[in-house]
C-alpha cells in the first residue's frame, strides 16, 4: 500500500479481554516500530522489529503485552487482559531500513478504549 | 537516552517565519537530530534531520549550532496547515536506534 496501515482504526473491549492490533508497513520496509500515545502526553516507545526480530521490547509494560512479526512485514500487536490504563492510541511505523538517518512513517494509528 | 528541551508552545502568524529551538545538550557524536510534527488525530510525520550540516528540503531548514548542543527547526512561511505539536528527537546507532523517545514537544499555534 502507499502507507503504514492500522487496523482497527477504533477498538473499544471490556476490562479483562484480550485485543489484537495489526499494522501493515510499507512494503519493503525492513524495520517496524511500536508506540502508544495516552490522551494529551506524548509517544511512548513499545518495541520495534528488525525483519521479524526483536532487538529492543524493553518498553513493552508488562508480560500482558507481546508483539510478533511475520514474514518480515505484518505486525500484531497483543495485550491480554486488558486493564483500563491499557487505553491510548497504538502507534506503528516502519522504516526502509535500521539506521540512526532513517525516517520513520506512521501510520494513523488505534484508538484502543477499555471500559 | 540523549535528552532534548523544547518550549511547551509557540504562537506564529500566517505567512511569517517560525523558529522553533531545541536543545540537546548531551548528545553524542552519533546521533542524529530529527523532526517530526504531528496534527490533531494524526500519527507522526517526518520533518526533516541532520547530523552536523544544516539542511533544507520543501518542509523547512534545520539549522545546527556548531557544538551540535542545540538545533533550530525554520518554517519560512508558516501556514494553518503548519499548526501542530513539533516533536525534537535525537537518534543514535546500535542497538537502541530503533527506540526514538519523543518528549512533549512544542505545541505551534498559527494565526490567521
Known amino acids: 500500500g502507499a502507507g503504514v496501515s492500522q487496523s482497527p482504526s477504533n477498538k473499544v473491549t471490556e476490562k479483562g479481554k484480550d485485543v489484537e492490533l495489526r499494522c501493515d508497513p510499507i512494503?519493503?520496509?525492513?524495520?517496524l516500530y511500536w508506540y502508544r500515545q495516552s490522551l494529551g502526553q506524548g509517544l511512548e516507545f513499545l518495541i520495534y522489529?528488525?525483519?521479524?526480530?526483536?532487538?529492543?521490547k524493553s518498553g513493552l509494560p508488562s508480560d500482558r503485552f507481546s508483539a510478533e512479526r511475520t514474514g518480515g512485514s505484518v505486525s500484531t500487536l497483543t495485550i491480554q487482559r486488558t486493564q483500563q490504563e491499557d487505553s491510548a492510541v497504538y502507534l506503528c511505523a516502519s522504516s526502509p531500513q535500521q539506521g540512526a538517518y532513517e525516517k520513520l512513517f506512521f501510520g494513523s494509528g488505534t484508538q484502543l478504549s477499555v471500559l | 537516552d540523549a535528552k532534548t528541551t523544547q518550549p511547551n508552545s509557540m504562537e506564529s502568524n500566517e505567512e511569517e517565519p517560525v523558529h522553533l529551538p531545541c536543545n540537546h545538550s548531551?548528545?553524542?557524536?552519533?546521533?542524529?537530530i530529527h523532526w517530526y510534527r504531528q496534527l490533531p488525530s494524526q500519527g507522526p510525520e517526518y520533518v526533516i534531520h541532520g547530523l552536523t550540516s544544516n539542511v533544507n528540503n520543501r518542509m523547512a531548514s534545520l539549522a545546527i549550532a556548531e557544538d551540535r548542543k542545540s538545533s533550530t527547526l525554520i518554517l519560512h512561511r508558516a501556514t494553518l496547515r503548519d499548526a501542530a505539536v513539533y516533536y525534537c528527537i535525537l537518534r543514535g546507532g546500535g542497538t537502541s536506534y530503533g527506540k526514538l523517545t519523543f518528549g512533549q514537544g512544542t505545541i505551534l499555534t498559527v494565526h490567521p
Open positions: 512494503s519493503g520496509h525492513t524495520a
Open positions: 548531551t548528545i553524542s557524536g552519533t546521533d542524529y
Open positions: 522489529f528488525q525483519g521479524n526480530s526483536a532487538p529492543d
